[in-house]
């Protein structure tokens, strides 16, 4: 069925597939002819991902929660205060059977997926007596106490945790880009030490260079400013300069129509402004960076802009915002190789940290080799005894041959069948008035006379 546009304006709070409930096209193609082209009504629209580890378990419920008519009327009316104190949560107790079902399914199999994690996390590091009741606590995505059903408080805790975890996502970003740029000066430390003075000072003077090319770049306009939004407007849109209105450029740009620039839709505007400093082609360029620069490009717009703090940029709040001085008359914007990213104090203490772990890799490691060392020793010292003992038989075998005795074979049954010893019915045949002597054991006849047979 059609997604309703109102949804990513009131489930922010339940995820960034929500706030972005079509994917975002290229600003430079008449949206007119994207949307006889590429869309067909009805037609539903692959979400971006959004990196939560329960972003599946999200998208399912609420494609489930959009086919109940009650729910989605609720939802159309709802505002972000109502999302967040969970008034809309409870709600659900008015759903259809079917839905109600349906989610009680999807909760049961998130419930397996994450004991089935949980296991393969624990057997990893040979764990046993896995309380898998005790470990779902650390999920705070849905109610682990009841994991059959899917209630009101699973719902009212699906919306706080991808609150929070959303909330938290950019700081995230920004804490790893940190640290990428301090594992790069790092590293690059390292391996000036390596050298020796001369080229030591080659290095030093090439990294120098590529700095000073790096920051040769054309101006960057201020993000979300007049000049940087007609920039887009002249040379993404083709379009003339001197005809620039905020109406249509917003219409313009809300490539998925639903009367908000999403987040996505807002980054796709600093593209030029990012060309300008970034090109993939050069040594210079980090497109790292690139993307951290347009992170922080997208979240001075949403401050200067977004007043409710949605995350999402209405027309009235974009107009609003285009009669303010900033946007006729912006301060410079400074670009990533214009600030300092971390101070020597905190590389020092993420160089630390990284001595930390490497320390600690180490001792594992010695330990391993020390598990490994006497695994082997144990492995010889087997194998010595193996053949001892098969040294032994051996000399057992060669000495009941001597005696006379032959060999037992595997059930001690007697390989060879000593003489005289014969299967019943088996006497042995020799010729009348032969002489040949009788086995061992085997007393002789007295021999019997002819006088004896005619005189008893």
């Given at each position: 069925m059609k997604r309703l546009s109102v949804l990513p304006q009131q489930c922010l709070l339940l995820m960034t597939c929500l706030l972005m409930a079509l994917e975002a096209v290229p600003i430079?193609?008449?949206?007119?002819?994207?949307?006889?082209?590429?869309?067909?009504?009805?037609?539903?629209?692959?979400?971006?991902?959004?990196?939560?580890?329960?972003?599946e378990y999200l998208r399912q419920v609420i494609d489930v929660l959009e086919t109940d008519k009650h729910f989605r009327e609720k939802l159309q009316t709802a505002d972000i205060e109502e999302i967040k104190s969970g008034k809309l949560s409870r709600e659900l107790d008015l759903v259809s059977h079917h839905v109600r079902t349906r989610l009680d399914e999807l909760k049961r199999q998130e419930v397996a997926r994450l004991r089935m994690l949980i296991k393969a996390k624990m057997d990893s590091v040979q764990d046993t007596g896995i309380d898998h009741q005790a470990l779902l606590k650390q999920f705070e995505h849905l109610n682990h106490q009841n994991p059959d059903t899917f209630e009101p408080k699973d719902l009212d805790m699906l919306i706080k945790a991808a609150t929070s975890d959303l909330e938290n996502y950019d700081k995230t970003r920004h804490e790893e880009f940190k640290k990428y740029e301090m594992m790069k000066e790092h590293e690059r430390r390292?391996?000036?030490?390596?050298?020796?003075?001369?080229?030591?000072?080659r290095e030093e003077s090439k990294f120098e260079e590529m700095k000073k090319k790096h920051g040769d770049h054309p101006k960057v306009h201020h993000p979300g400013s007049k000049d940087q939004l007609k920039e887009v407007w002249e040379e993404a849109d083709g379009l003339d300069p001197n005809e620039f209105d905020p109406k249509t450029f917003f219409k313009l740009h809300d490539v998925n129509n639903d009367g908000f620039l999403d987040e996505q839709e807002l980054e796709a505007l600093f593209t030029k402004e990012l060309e300008k400093v970034y090109d993939p082609k050069n040594e210079e360029d980090d497109m790292v960076e690139m993307e951290e620069e347009r992170l922080r490009m997208r979240e001075h717009v949403m401050n200067e802009v977004d007043i409710n703090k949605d995350r999402l940029v209405t027309l009235e709040e974009f107009l609003r915002a285009t009669e303010k001085k900033e946007f006729l008359?912006?301060?410079?914007?400074e670009t990533l190789d214009q600030q300092q990213l971390f101070t020597e104090d905190e590389l020092k203490e993420f160089e630390n940290h990284i001595s930390q772990q490497e320390d600690e890799l180490r001792k594992k490691a010695e330990e391993l080799q020390k598990?490994?060392?006497?695994?082997?020793?144990?492995?010889?010292?087997?194998?010595?005894?193996?053949?001892?003992?098969?040294?032994?038989?051996?000399?057992?075998?060669?000495?009941?041959?001597?005696?006379?005795?032959?060999?037992?074979?595997?059930?001690?049954?007697?390989?060879i069948q000593p003489p005289g010893e014969h299967k019943a019915g088996d006497a042995p045949q020799h010729p009348a008035g032969g002489d040949q002597p009788l086995p061992p054991g085997h007393a002789q006849e007295p021999a019997v006379r002819n006088d004896q047979l005619t005189n008893p």
């Open positions: 430079d193609i008449d949206k007119t002819k994207v949307k006889a082209e590429g869309q067909v009504e009805g037609e539903k629209v692959e979400n971006p991902d959004t990196g939560l580890y329960y972003d390292e391996y000036l030490k390596t050298l020796d003075e001369e080229k030591r000072k008359e912006p301060d410079s914007w598990q490994k060392e006497e695994l082997q020793r144990q492995h010889d010292q087997l194998q010595a005894q193996k053949q001892e003992l098969q040294q032994v038989v051996k000399q057992m075998e060669q000495k009941k041959l001597q005696q006379g005795n032959p060999p037992a074979g595997p059930g001690g049954e007697l390989k």
